[in-house]
């Protein structure tokens, strides 16, 4: 096996931890939450479970089997349909699918994109499970909001709500959202991701470097070499 200049340690195992820091990496680099919010769900409707995910960004929501759920986009159009055997589908001519792909709106709803058109369901997720980001959850803007006046204090920022209907009957999911600073004595995730591709790196450097000098030739082995 490839020896590596720390005592007790494979090349191997240098590799593993690579990896687990890579796969441990904060959930708010991978997505857009914003570690400076939270946004709380309340108690939703019987046979309906609802989460959210890094901290503003996605809506999770299972329905129960036997249960069916239809939820609103922003224009009241059908968005996305939780069907009675599982099947989780989205309507694609609904123009909240393509706002959703970016956190604050910014991108170009293609023209059939109609939220007065039938819908056109395409099956996205199985077992009655499916999380969408959803911009009625967190704030819209990229200014602090108007109700936080100290940025060191948890402050409510507004109540929400995502229209719903479940086995035809109006219903909502809401929720609050929060200004939530960071604790100032931890590392913020963003840093946190930082330091950590930084240290993949290293190692990174360090594994080729190790393979590098074994595939020399026995005799420039011996040779003192500059790390």
Not at 100 to 107: F, L, V
Request: some cysteine; glycine content about 8%; overall charge negative.
């Amino acid at each position: 096996m490839t020896r590596c200049p720390l005592p007790g340690i494979s090349a191997l195992a240098v590799t593993a931890l690579a990896l687990t820091i890579a796969v441990s990496a904060p959930p708010a680099l991978a997505h857009e939450g914003n570690p400076n919010y939270r946004s709380d769900i309340d108690p939703p409707p019987q046979g309906v479970s609802a989460r959210m995910l890094n901290y503003d960004d996605s809506v999770e929501v299972t329905v129960e089997r036997g249960r069916e759920l239809l939820v609103y986009g922003y224009e009241d159009e059908p968005y996305v349909r939780f069907r009675a055997d599982g099947t989780v589908e989205v309507n694609r001519r609904s123009p909240s699918g393509y706002l959703n792909e970016d956190r604050y709106g910014e991108i170009e709803v293609p023209p059939e994109a109609d939220a007065n058109a039938a819908p056109r369901w395409e099956p996205v997720a199985e077992h009655g499970r499916y999380a969408w980001h959803d911009h009625r959850v967190h704030y819209m803007s990229k200014t602090l909001p108007p109700a936080v006046k100290d940025e060191s204090e948890v402050t409510k920022v507004f109540d929400w709500r995502v229209p719903v209907e479940l086995d035809g009957e109006k219903a909502e999911i809401t929720g609050t959202l929060f200004w939530d600073p960071v604790d100032d004595g931890g590392v913020s995730p963003v840093l946190a991701g930082a330091l950590g591709a930084a240290v993949i790196a290293s190692i990174g450097l360090a594994v080729w470097r190790i393979r590098k000098r074994n595939r020399r030739d026995p005799a420039d082995r011996a040779k003192p070499e500059a790390w």
